[in-house]
């Protein structure tokens, strides 16, 4: 069975351990940290492999709500709040579910299974790229960066380019937040080829990737 690594973040030391209770209750789920707030959770997603996240909104300094809109897609949330008008804003932002305090561990279990068929599917260490009528088995490691040209994008491996029809949104959902960020509308990189940041650029060895100022903050944290 596919391990999912988890992160609860909640300033509220009693819902912390409410939903560490019910984790630990689920052979699937691996607990890899708790966060009073999200500062301390980037932390964490810095020094783990994180595939869900059990976020509070209503928090001080950063909502979480706020935070959501920083982490990467892959990495799925399930919002934990006493109140119910956050709803529509946490299913906008594509949460996985959004659990309304005093949480049930019913209602928890409904939540993660919806987590496991997804985190399954991310846990491969190859990606199938579909080019034309071929078909390129590639390796995530093999993947410098990738590049979005309206309704097409590159994979850059070193020497070797592969041209897909399909949008960046799409490919960033399936990806694996543990080794790819976006970093610009129209660039996703490979955290592991990441060699320095020189201004609003990332340096990839010779390669120079611009960085929007949207996710300038969030690459400065996650990887220096």
Same mark, same amino acid.
Request: one cysteine or more; charged letters at 25%; glycine letters at 4%.
């Given at each position: ?72 897609a ?25 659990? $309304?305090?005093?949480?049930? @561990?019913? =209602? ?7 987590? !496991?068929?997804n /985190?399954?599917?991310? #846990? ?50 399936? $990806?694996?937040?543990?080794? @790819?960020? =976006? ?7 490979? !955290?592991?080829? /990441?060699?320095?940041? #020189? ?25 220096f």
């Amino acid at each position: 069975m596919t391990s999912i690594n988890c992160i609860v973040v909640d300033d509220e030391e009693l819902a912390r351990a409410l939903l560490i209770t019910y984790v630990e209750k689920l052979d699937f789920l691996n607990l890899v940290g708790e966060a009073e707030n999200p500062l301390e959770a980037l932390q964490l997603m810095k020094e783990h492999s994180v595939d869900l996240l059990f976020l509070d909104i209503q928090m001080p300094e950063i909502k979480g709500t706020d935070f959501a809109k920083m982490v990467n897609a892959n990495t799925k949330i399930i919002f934990t709040t006493a109140y119910s008008q956050y709803a529509l804003e946490g299913y906008e932002l594509n949460a996985v579910d959004y659990l $309304l305090k005093p949480i049930t @561990f019913e =209602r928890f279990v409904t939540a993660v299974n919806k987590v !496991k068929t997804n /985190v399954s599917t991310e #846990k491969s260490d190859t990606i199938t790229i579909k080019s034309g009528y071929d078909l390129h088995k590639v390796k995530y490691d093999d993947i410098l960066y990738v590049v979005s040209d309206s309704e097409y994008v590159t994979f850059h491996m070193g020497d070797k380019k592969i041209i897909s029809n399909q949008r960046l949104k799409t490919l960033e959902q399936e $990806l694996p937040s543990s080794m @790819f960020m =976006r970093v610009h509308r129209s660039y996703i990189i490979n !955290k592991n080829s /990441v060699t320095g940041l #020189k201004g609003r650029d990332l340096l990839l060895s010779d390669v120079v990737i611009p960085v929007s100022d949207s996710y300038y903050d969030m690459v400065k944290e996650e990887l220096f």
